[in-house]
């Protein structure tokens, strides 16, 4: 979330992360959305094992 450029007040959402889990590894895949408006895999990390972890991972990134 992030304020609106030429409406402070008001608040915009875009999505930017998100993660999807793959049952038969008990993991979680971590994706990032580009310019190009497509999810692309995240490279630093592409699967953690617990949603928190995922959680942490976009807290870190800048």
Same mark, same amino acid.
């Given at each position: 979330?992030r304020?609106?450029?030429? +409406?402070?007040d ?7 992360a998100? %993660? /999807?889990?793959? !049952? ?9 959305? +580009? ?10 990390? %592409? /699967?953690?094992? !617990? ?5 942490a ?6």
């Amino acid at each position: 979330m992030r304020p609106a450029f030429e +409406r402070p007040d008001e608040v915009i959402e875009h999505p930017f992360a998100k %993660a /999807t889990y793959v !049952k038969s590894t008990n993991t979680w895949k971590i994706y990032w959305m +580009r310019a190009d408006l497509k999810w692309h895999r995240y490279e630093p990390q %592409a /699967t953690v094992s !617990k949603v928190e972890e995922f959680i942490a991972e976009v807290d870190r990134d800048s």
